[in-house]
């Protein structure tokens, strides 16, 4: 017997290279004459001379057209392919199951498992995933899906409702919104001690403000004109910074809080001349002025790791978050997240998701447009690997992993599942300390209603037909609930029959068994 050691890539001679080449060559022919390309069977064509050569062409041109991945990037599979190319041994993303309280519905699109009447709201953090919807706020233990109390809130007039929930350390705050004079909105946050589920605090607030700081001892609230500390056992201002006349954008990053200012305020958020950079701990404020030009260059958008992003139509600039100097920019780019390890800001830019340095620019990891179009998109980026969901009674979860360009997470049996969004970055779906993910799932849906007498079923529907595909829309500008309710073009079940967790949904319909999922990441 012959053995043949392989020479390091380095030592390998052009001949030797050639060979290899021919060998393979003539591997593909012999495949292509008996009719079989690996586990892809060519049936009748594998017999025609002309069908044979031109597999062989295709083969071929595959091998020189297909792109080779690259340190850095990554080409998550598309939709069509995402259950076959997975390993059978990817590890299950999911951690726990938990009921979900009340009535709940499911639609097709993003909107997935969502309450019945009104929106519903979620946070992780601080060893608690809190999910609000109406007036009630349930808190879950985020280690084993337990439910650890449960508070309905009173003294709110008739169409209050939950805005807004966010979790810390210690503490759970929810905004609720309701009915003010002159047809304005009027916020309250509150406060909510995680340790036995009880109010311990209610505060004004802006209606795009609330809470961005907790602790079982105090709480940090963005009101209208100015960001006020309480203590949590008095109620009592711990200390007090104004803000303006007019409610202004902000964003947070770790124990800092970054509030624009512009004339114009919250609404039209830019130009922004300056930010007030305050401490969350000691309510110390600097002031952060341009250094080049007499504005930031578009609307305060992210706050990350000592950086701050301004977006604007034209792309993305960053700015040092201590000098205000301009570091890099990005031009038609969109920011969409952050993840702290490795430190990395991620952006749009066209189909494809960036993740870059935030002290540079330079981009370290990229997921090709196939991860963020069709039925699925990206919703979250953790530990560099970032969560897709796919959409409808089939939904499933996976995780890509940007540094070795595969999925290495799965979760199937989603079904509708529902990402939970805050628009701030401060609540949500993902907890930003750690990997967990919760979102609703619909495990059973109700039996459907019979359709009246008469009545002509939805337009486009059709024996043996899904649900209406829609277009991945960014999943981290749309707030939580807020996709509209979409028709689907499933057939409807016949009187008294029971719909099945893969049956297509009317454009609403009822879930028997709503849970609160959470996933690994």
Excluded at 244 to 267: C, H, I, K, M, P
Excluded at 371 to 383: E, K, L, N, Q, T
Excluded at 447 to 454: F, L
Excluded at 471 to 487: K, Q, V
């Amino acid at each position: 017997m012959v053995v043949v050691r392989q020479q390091p890539r380095r030592n390998v001679s052009r001949r030797a290279r050639a060979r290899a080449n021919r060998r393979f060559l003539r591997r593909m022919r012999r495949r292509v004459a008996t009719g079989s390309l690996g586990r892809i069977s060519l049936g009748t064509a594998g017999r025609s001379p002309r069908w044979r050569r031109w597999m062989l062409a295709v083969v071929l041109a595959g091998i020189v057209l297909a792109p080779y991945p690259t340190p850095g990037a990554a080409g998550p599979p598309p939709a069509a392919c995402r259950a076959g190319c997975r390993p059978g041994s990817v590890p299950s993303m999911i951690r726990w199951t938990t009921p979900l309280s009340g009535s709940w519905d499911v639609t097709s699109g993003l909107t997935g498992t969502a309450p019945a009447s009104g929106l519903a709201y979620a946070a992780v953090g601080g060893g608690v995933a809190a999910v609000g919807a109406g007036l009630t706020v349930s808190g879950y233990s985020s280690g084993t899906g337990a439910l650890r109390w449960q508070d309905t809130l009173t003294g709110f007039p008739a169409g209050a409702a939950i805005v807004s929930v966010r979790a810390w350390p210690g503490e759970v705050t929810a905004g609720v919104s309701s009915p003010g004079g002159a047809g304005a909105p009027r916020r309250t946050e509150v406060v909510i001690s995680d340790a036995a589920g009880t109010e311990t605090g209610r505060y004004p607030a802006a209606t795009f403000g609330g809470a961005v700081a907790g602790s079982a001892r105090y709480t940090v609230v963005v009101g209208a004109t100015a960001v006020t500390s309480y203590d949590n056992a008095t109620g009592r201002i711990r200390w007090q910074r104004p803000t303006g006349q007019v409610a202004q954008a902000w964003r947070t990053d770790g124990n800092w809080l970054y509030v624009a200012e512009s004339a114009t305020g919250f609404v039209g958020s830019a130009p922004v001349t300056a930010l007030r950079r305050i401490d969350l701990t000691t309510g110390i404020e600097f002031d952060v002025e341009p250094l080049e030009g007499p504005s930031f260059d578009g609307a305060l958008s992210t706050a990350f790791d000592g950086v701050v992003l301004f977006s604007s139509a034209t792309g993305v600039t960053a700015y040092s978050g201590s000098t205000g100097a301009q570091l890099w920019s990005v031009p038609g780019a969109v920011p969409e997240g952050t993840d702290r390890h490795p430190a990395r800001i991620y952006l749009t830019e066209g189909s494809s998701l960036v993740g870059v340095d935030p002290q540079t620019g330079r981009v370290k990891a990229t997921a090709s447009g196939s991860a963020v179009s069709g039925s699925a998109g990206m919703y979250v980026v953790r530990g560099g690997v970032a969560l897709g969901l796919d959409q409808g009674g089939n939904g499933d979860a996976w995780g890509y992993d940007l540094a070795v360009q595969r999925v290495t997470l799965a979760a199937s049996g989603l079904p509708w599942p529902h990402y939970f969004v805050d628009l701030n970055g401060v609540g949500g779906s993902a907890d930003p300390a750690s990997n967990l993910v919760v979102i609703a799932a619909c495990a059973q849906l109700a039996p459907s209603s019979p359709a009246p007498p008469g009545t002509s079923p939805p337009a486009g529907s059709g024996s043996g037909s899904g649900p209406a595909s829609l277009p991945a829309a960014s999943p981290t500008r749309t707030p939580a609930g807020s996709a509209p309710a979409t028709s689907s073009s499933g057939s409807t079940p016949g009187p008294g029959s029971t719909a099945s967790p893969s049956a297509p949904p009317q454009s609403q319909q009822g879930c028997l068994r709503p849970e609160l999922v959470a996933l690994n990441l």
